[in-house]
T-cell receptor
Framework: AQKITQTQPGMFVQEKEAVTLDCTYDTSDQSYGLFWYKQPSSGEMIFLIYQGSYDEQNATEGRYSLNFQKARKSANLVISASQLGDSAMYFCAMSLLGAGSYQLTFGKGTKLSVIP | DAGVTQSPTHLIKTRGQQVTLRCSPKSGHDTVSWYQQALGQGPQFIFQYYEEEERQRGNFPDRFSGHQFPNYSSELNVNALLLGDSALYLC???????????FGQGTRLTVV
């Protein structure tokens, strides 16, 4: 079974500063994908960034980057130049990439608050 | 291009009743997954439908059932509602072979 752990229930960051949201995962499989989603108060889960277990370079998408450390089983999300609109819940998730393994396993999330 | 749409957005039901939630996937997507998100928790996988068949199921009782139609839209049915079924129900669609899933805005179900 897969498990995602997010140890920061809440984080505060000053506007325009960078922030790191922690995520560790547990799986015995070698082929998996790691995801970060943003969930505003409206409820919709918004896809931010993806990292495959075999990708050698850390994923980046605009202001988002994923700090992937395979040996430590960590996949931290870094948001650069925080904006007020970044205030939301952030969820780390993983999926196995083998045939028949399609579900996303989520962590409990981190609530990010951006301070003006 | 419309994304994933879910209906209704909010719903209040009484214990013991039955409920049906609906989901239309993003254009070009053929796979639909359903998740339950209790307050303060991350989403939990209920099941996934592909080619009108349930392809994988999470740890949910048989009271939770689903259906996928030929146009790829999907329904989630919950029978004999319990207070603990109160949650945000999220639908996600994807294209077979792609890892990225797109989520709808969810249906917030309250059981009283």
């Amino acid at each position: 079974a897969q498990k995602i752990t997010q140890t920061q229930p809440g984080m505060f960051v000053q506007e325009k500063e960078a922030v790191t949201l922690d995520c560790t995962y547990d799986t015995s499989d070698q082929s998996y994908g790691l995801f970060w989603y943003k969930q505003p108060s409206s409820g919709e889960m918004i896809f931010l960034i993806y990292q495959g277990s075999y990708d050698e370079q850390n994923a980046t998408e605009g202001r988002y980057s994923l700090n992937f450390q395979k040996a430590r089983k960590s996949a931290n999300l870094v948001i650069s130049a925080s904006q007020l609109g970044d205030s939301a819940m952030y969820f780390c998730a993983m999926s196995l990439l083998g045939a028949g393994s399609y579900q996303l396993t989520f962590g409990k999330g981190t609530k990010l608050s951006v301070i003006p | 291009d419309a994304g994933v749409t879910q209906s209704p957005t909010h719903l209040i039901k009484t214990r013991g009743q039955q409920v049906t939630l609906r989901c239309s996937p993003k254009s070009g997507h053929d796979t639909v997954s359903w998740y339950q998100q209790a307050l303060g928790q991350g989403p939990q996988f209920i099941f996934q439908y592909y080619e009108e068949e349930e392809r994988q199921r999470g740890n949910f009782p048989d009271r939770f059932s689903g259906h996928q139609f030929p146009n790829y839209s999907s329904e989630l049915n919950v029978n004999a509602l319990l207070l603990g079924d109160s949650a945000l129900y999220l639908c996600a669609s994807s294209r077979t072979g792609n890892t990225e899933a797109f989520f709808g805005q969810g249906t917030r179900l309250t059981v009283v």
